[in-house]
């Protein structure tokens, strides 16, 4: 198993404004992913976040609005840009564990609520 | 387009009952995850079903896998308060590189 941090765990913002969410993990891990999961709802797949590379985006999800970065195995950033109210939900990270099953580990997720 | 249908989406019942859960698909998947997720958390990990036909058992819960690997069930026995929180499936399908697909999810609330 891995271990998730996320920073921050919740946060009140302006809409307009934008949030950067952090995500450690306290292994090295090829694929990071991005989720968000908007109130009462299942979880959706922002995007797919390689070390390296360009995160791969899911249809819907743009890296303008989303911005991603990954500078190493153990580390991510998700962005939140230009919110709006529609951008309340909480989002996740989680790592894939590297077996062959598509088994997902997932971090606490942060709370975002946008005035 | 959702690809995998969970059933129900609310259950309440009482303390000892017993609860199934529906995670149906037209698709064929070559595993299927369930997670249990509580408030302020993200999900856990509960179990991985991988072949067709294929029965786990995790103390009063109990998973299967349909023979063509496109449906799956958790049944709960004699259901604890404790038990209470959303329950999401997750099947994965080789598209050219494996992708997660996760279910509405049931919210589920045990009452003692």
């Known amino acids: 198993s891995a271990v998730i941090s996320q920073k921050p765990s919740r946060d009140i913002c302006q809409r307009g404004t934008s949030l950067t969410i952090q995500c450690q993990v306290d292994s090295q891990v090829t694929m990071m992913f991005w989720y968000r999961q908007q109130p009462g709802q299942s979880l959706t797949l922002i995007a797919t976040?390689?070390?390296?590379?360009?995160?791969?985006?899911e249809s819907g999800f743009v890296i303008d609005k989303f911005p991603i970065s990954r500078p190493n195995l153990t580390f991510s950033t998700l962005t939140v840009s230009n919110m709006s109210p529609e951008d309340s939900s909480i989002y996740l990270c989680s790592v894939d564990s590297r077996g062959l099953d598509n088994e997902q580990f997932f971090g606490p997720g942060t709370r975002l609520t946008v005035l | 387009t959702q690809l995998l249908e969970q059933s129900p989406q609310f259950l309440s019942i009482q303390e000892g009952e017993n609860l199934t859960v529906y995670c149906n698909s037209s698709s064929v998947f070559s595993s299927l995850q369930w997670y249990r997720q509580e408030p302020g958390e993200g999900p856990v990990l509960l179990v991985t079903v991988v072949t067709g036909g294929e029965v786990k058992k995790l103390k009063r819960l109990t998973f299967q896998f349909g023979d063509a690997r496109k449906d799956s069930s958790l049944h709960i026995t004699a259901a604890q308060p404790g038990d209470t929180g959303l329950y999401l499936c997750a099947g994965a399908r080789n598209t050219g590189g494996f992708k997660t697909i996760f279910g509405a999810g049931t919210r589920l609330f045990v009452k003692a």
């Open positions: 976040a390689n070390q390296g590379s360009e995160a791969t985006y």
